[in-house]
């Protein structure tokens, strides 16, 4: 999102986007910060307010080049093997590189998942280690036990992200170099996708909505947290009365409830009936109403942000202005000691004239003689009293340097 085009949407139809599970904008990711409190949410309440407190007190959490690539490989590991054919026949040639395709990716994410989980879990530098240390931050209530952060880092891994076309394509081109060239001109692969394709490079498409809900509030959280007004303390007194992170953090557990509510009545169809439907359409209702509200918010941000050039070169401006008239004393200072010391230069020697001839000017560049004629030389070219060494029509001019100082007339003493 640029300055000159910010994103956006004031009342966004979140219900809507919602419904088609896909958001019309570039491709963007969620701040480490926008994820980490999503995924709080699916933490028990005790290990919530742990989060909560690192973030007010500035704590660091373990840092492993981005979140978001947590979910992007957790999708390929999770990937299924597909069941054999009903028919019993053996797979094709193509379905055979695929599933040997899809096994290396898979295995290659586990591993990366697996080094990942150790760089988090057991981070010295941003978690207590010490016996002492465990005390003291236990005390201070930003401490967070070995099984809470395996089930955050898990949590991590179900933050939402856009499906993108980039593992199809890596998929693809493993599958053409397995198979060899016959296959990679199979018609079959042209339409060949694992689900993590998006039709348009502007549209952020997702899994389902709740995804869709979570990642458009962390898209506030994080228009608020990097806006160059909120950072200069523009709206302080306004955004006083919010608690973002909590927000966030609230939205994401009951977003995670939600969706496992449902869940759980999907496969029991007889306890899905209209009363618990009902209710749990009108919490659905509440939460989007929720974030639209904050949506709102971030959108007035973002319009703030995009005026505020303009706005600071007004006020540069004005403030030019009032420097220069607030000098307008020392200049009016200057310009009377000026005239003072020229009185009194006169006052000294009772022999000067008050005021100066044209023809005494020498000092000054491009002083004319009264008559408003130039001088004639020896040779009856007219030449300028000011510069006689001034250029000829289209030579540069030379620079000017003041006359000499007259000797003083030793006599005259």
């Not at 990366?112 to 002492?132: C, E, M, P, Q, Y």
């Not at 209702?285 to 959108?299: F, H, I, Q, S, Y």
Request: charge should be neutral; proline fraction near 8%; glycine fraction near 8%.
């Amino acid at each position: 999102m640029s300055a000159q085009e910010p994103e956006v949407h004031i009342e966004a139809p979140v219900r809507r986007w919602c419904d088609a599970r896909a958001i019309p904008m570039p491709r963007r990711e969620l701040s480490d910060e926008a994820a980490l409190l999503i995924a709080a949410g699916h933490l028990q309440p005790a290990a919530r307010e742990v989060v909560l407190n690192r973030f007010d007190t500035e704590r660091a959490f373990p840092d492993i080049g981005g979140y978001s690539k947590l979910r992007r490989l957790s999708r390929i590991a999770e990937h299924e093997t597909p069941a054999p054919s009903a028919d019993g026949l053996p797979p094709n040639p193509l379905q055979q590189a695929k599933a040997a395709a899809d096994a290396v990716r898979g295995a290659d994410a586990r591993r990366k998942l697996a080094g990942f989980r150790h760089a988090f879990t057991l981070n010295r530098i941003s978690f207590a280690a010490g016996v002492r240390a465990v005390r003291r931050a236990r005390k201070d209530a930003v401490h967070l036990d070995l099984d809470e952060r395996d089930a955050l880092f898990d949590a991590l891994c179900l933050t939402p992200l856009p499906l993108t076309p980039s593992a199809a394509a890596v998929a693809a081109r493993t599958v053409a170099r397995v198979a060899g060239p016959a296959l990679r001109l199979a018609p079959q692969l042209a339409g060949w996708v694992d689900g993590h394709g998006a039709p348009d490079e502007g549209l952020l498409v997702f899994e389902d909505r709740y995804d869709v809900l979570l990642f458009v509030a962390g898209l506030v959280y994080d228009k608020v947290s990097y806006s160059r007004s909120v950072s200069a303390g523009e709206f302080d007194e306004q955004l006083g009365q919010l608690d973002l992170p909590t927000d966030l953090v609230q939205i994401s557990a009951d977003v995670v409830q939600l969706k496992s509510v449902w869940t759980q009545l999907r496969y029991a169809p007889g306890l899905a009936d209209g009363t618990r439907s009902g209710e749990l359409d009108k919490v659905w209702d509440e939460l989007v109403d929720r974030v639209t509200a904050l949506t709102r918010v971030g959108d007035l941000v973002d319009v703030a942000d995009s005026k505020r050039p303009r706005r600071l070169s007004i006020e540069s401006i004005d403030q030019q202005i009032h420097e220069l008239v607030q000098r307008s004393g020392e200049r009016e200072i200057s310009t009377q000691s000026a005239r003072r010391v020229a009185g009194q230069i006169m006052g000294a020697r009772g022999d000067l004239p008050p005021e100066l001839s044209d023809g005494a000017r020498r000092a000054l560049p491009g002083a004319a003689p009264a008559g408003g004629a130039a001088d004639v030389g020896a040779a009856g070219a007219p030449r300028s009293s000011a510069r006689p060494d001034s250029a000829l029509p289209g030579e540069a001019p030379k620079a000017w340097r003041p006359a000499p100082a007259q000797p003083r007339d030793q006599d005259a003493r």
